[in-house]
């Protein structure tokens, strides 16, 4: 679980401005995911990158958008926050391991959007 | 889309075995099941993964039907620090398709003294 970080932990912001939000994986697995976590909802998936340069929607994409550059980073950005982008925000990233894959979640980020 | 069903809440003792059930009548071919459990303030961490019987690791046994319409996550002799949220998640692994990814709404598992 140390291998995935997310930054910043904790963020307020107001509407309309521009946020990002940062996850770095120290390993090299390949799917990176966002997911964004609500009361009453569970997790739901914002987008999911296959490798560097390859990305598509989940769930809920609308008002987000993600980039991969590198494999280790997968930044999600929020163009012009809105107070319903209000949530926890996990990034996760994925391996094939015995049969079994797994997602491995990092910390999360707590938006508040005023 | 594989929508799960599981119950919101669960109450249990130390030491007893529980089970958390999850519904997922709509599940597809390829799609496998797996649960995570949450803490406050903390991602969600993997416990096991099947397609179908029995699987079983060091903490915890996943037992599902012939017809794969439900699964059943099994805790044995739990304690206080199995007190966590428990989802159920059905989809396809492997090869993408993670737009269909759903989670369910989560267990609430509370173990008492």
Redesign the interface.
């Known amino acids: 679980?140390a291998g995935i970080t997310q930054s910043p932990r904790y963020k307020i912001t107001e509407t309309g401005r521009q946020v990002t939000l940062m996850c770095h994986q120290t390993w090299s697995h390949s799917?990176m995911?966002w997911?964004r976590q609500d009361l009453?909802?569970?997790?739901?998936?914002i987008y999911?990158s296959?490798a560097a340069d390859i990305t598509?929607?989940?769930?809920v994409p609308d008002g987000y958008v993600v980039s991969r550059s590198k494999t280790e980073n997968f930044p999600l950005t929020l163009e012009s926050a809105t107070r319903s982008q209000t949530s926890v925000y996990?990034c996760?990233s994925s391996v094939?391991r015995e049969g079994?894959?797994?997602?491995?979640?990092?910390?999360?980020t707590r938006l508040l959007v005023l | 889309l594989a929508k799960t069903t599981q119950p919101i809440s669960m109450d249990s003792y130390e030491g007893q075995e529980v089970n958390i059930t999850c519904s997922h009548n709509n599940i597809a071919t390829n799609d496998y099941i797996t649960w995570y459990q949450q803490f406050p303030s903390q991602g969600p961490r993997f416990i096991i993964q099947g397609y179908k019987t029995k699987v079983t690791n060091e903490v915890a046994s996943l037992f599902i039907p012939a017809d794969r319409k439900s699964s059943t996550l099994s805790l044995p002799r739990v304690s206080l620090s199995d007190t966590a949220v428990y989802y159920c998640l059905v989809g396809v692994l492997f090869s993408g398709g993670y737009n269909k990814l759903i989670f369910g709404a989560g267990t609430r598992l509370a173990v008492h003294p």
């Open positions: 679980d799917y995911f997911y009453g909802h569970g997790l739901r998936l999911y296959a598509d929607k989940g769930e996990f996760a094939e079994q894959e797994t997602q491995y979640f990092g910390p999360g």
